[in-house]
């Protein structure tokens, strides 16, 4: 009996822990799946995640595009360096935006990324995609 109580002890501190942090995290992160698509050069897939007008500069060409020609440019970044391998470096922010850092590795490069979301019709849309080349 003793030692149902201690597990009954473990397991509701560890419900308030998980619970607390479910609850600061918003109980997903956004960059999971984005980071995904990243790492498999899915220009398609990544595009899902765009808002209908977005920043977007890759190796220092900026412009401001629709969706479609966000995914054109980004399909040509693909094309061109193929991601080996991209992982979150840092994420920030506030439950309405947030940010994150990466490095991706294409086409035997080393590129530093910049993604920044926000919040609004219900779902997390990319506003900001930077891709620069490291030195």
Known sequence: MRN???KSVLLLTALFCCGKMSAQTGGYDVFVPIAKYIRLGDAEKLSAWFDDNLEISIISNSSDSSKNQARC???TFFDSYSPREFDITHTAGRSNMKYALGRLNAGGEMFEVT???TFKNQSYRIQ???IQKTD
């Open 115 to 117: 993604i920044f979301v």
């Open 4 to 6: 149902l109580g201690f």
């Open 128 to 130: 900001q995609l930077k």
């Open 73 to 75: 440019i980004v399909k």
